[in-house]
């Protein structure tokens, strides 16, 4: 007869060896596939990080452009032509016209895209015309001047611009009778637009409308007669800046 004892322990020894080998075995398997998993892991993390050192694809900057710099002084001529009217008292208005030519000279700052300044000019003209008075008549403008301030919105090297200020010239009346001049000072209003060849240089087209005001001429007719005189002007210049 077996003793009850001796089966209970070769039951409980053959459980735990059994439990024994099957845990081993586990372990193994779980440290194999940890071992594949971490090399997988190494060598994936390798190629990311070759593929993360790569040279970026070069982009040339882009090429800076230096915009146009109004602010300065500048020296520079003008010329062009001039027409309007004049009238006498007791007389129809009549035509001028003629030429100018002068000297030109000025300042601009720039904030932004807008420009401001002051210019000033002296022309000498030659602006006259006559009509049918008692005595004949005739007005002729002898020189021309300006003081202007100028107020312009630069596009680059473009700048269209206002201007508006005083105005004073000398405009002589004459008839058969007798001649007589004055220098007055009067009022313009205009525009234009002004283009940078260079650095230093830029040229303008611009228009003027002059308003010279009036005087009497006591040598001129019977009675004394009032003289007065109006002018549109078309010139282009040209500028040097400093």
């Given at each position: 007869?077996?003793?009850?004892?001796?089966?209970?322990?070769?039951?409980?020894?053959?459980?735990?060896?059994?439990?024994?080998?099957?845990?081993?075995?586990?372990i193994?398997?779980?440290?194999?596939?940890?071992?594949?998993?971490?090399?997988a892991l190494a060598a994936f993390t390798s190629v990311a990080s070759a593929a993360d050192l790569r040279p970026m694809p070069y982009a040339a900057p882009a090429p800076y452009v230096a915009y146009y710099n109004w602010t300065g002084?500048?020296?520079?001529?003008?010329?062009?032509?001039?027409?309007?009217?004049?009238s006498w008292t007791g007389a129809n208005s009549f035509n001028t016209s003629g030429g100018l030519i002068g000297g030109t000279v000025g300042y601009m700052r720039q904030f932004g895209p807008v420009v401001a300044g002051i210019e000033a000019d002296l022309d000498w003209a030659n602006i006259q015309g006559g009509g049918l008075c008692t005595?004949?008549?005739?007005?002729t403008t002898n020189w021309l001047g300006t003081a202007r301030g100028r107020v312009g919105y630069a596009f680059d090297r473009w700048m269209p611009y206002v201007t508006g200020g005083l105005a004073f010239g000398n405009f002589e009346a004459q008839s058969n009778l007798g001649k007589s001049d004055t220098t007055n000072v009067g009022w313009t209003i205009g525009a234009g637009v002004?283009?940078?060849?260079?650095?230093?240089v830029s040229v303008k087209g611009e228009y003027l409308y002059v308003d010279l005001g009036n005087f009497n001429c006591s040598t001129?007719?019977?009675?004394?007669?009032?003289?007065?005189?109006h002018t549109n002007i078309m010139r282009a210049g040209l500028n040097v800046h400093f």
């Open positions: 007869m077996r003793d009850p004892g001796l089966l209970t322990r070769m039951d409980t020894f053959g459980a735990y060896g059994a439990l024994s080998i099957f845990t081993e075995d586990e193994m398997k779980r440290v194999l596939l940890t071992s594949v998993g971490l090399a002084f500048y020296v520079g001529i003008n010329g062009g032509g001039g027409w309007g009217s004049s005595f004949a008549c005739q007005t002004e283009y940078g060849l260079a650095p230093n001129c007719n019977l009675p004394a007669t009032t003289v007065d005189a």
